[in-house]
């Protein structure tokens, strides 16, 4: 009777130790999960940005009948 006690007590333990492993593998995912859904926003946000920025450099060129040269774009602080 003791030997099938003893197996039973270890075959709860292991599936104890699952559980827990479980439970922290679904954490993981979730947390992993989270950072890629605010990876894609930001990656969004700049997907934007460089089409804004995209759309004005036709107007920088029109503007002095030349190309548009950033060298020749003075800073803001200047």
């Keep these: 009777?003791?030997?099938?006690?003893?197996?039973?007590m270890q075959w709860q333990h292991r599936?104890?130790?699952?559980?827990?492993?479980?439970?922290?593998?679904?954490?993981?995912?979730?947390?992993?999960?989270?950072?890629i859904a605010r990876l894609q926003q930001t990656i969004d946000l700049q997907?934007?940005?460089?089409?804004?920025?995209?759309?004005?450099?036709?107007?920088k060129a029109d503007s002095n009948n030349e190309p548009f040269n950033p060298a020749n774009e003075i800073p803001p602080h200047y």
């Design 15 to 35: 599936i104890e130790e699952l559980e827990i492993q479980s439970a922290l593998q679904e954490e993981t995912v979730q947390s992993l999960s989270d950072t």
């Design 47 to 59: 997907q934007a940005q460089l089409r804004l920025l995209y759309q004005r450099l036709p107007d």
């Design 1 to 8: 009777m003791d030997n099938i006690t003893d197996n039973l």
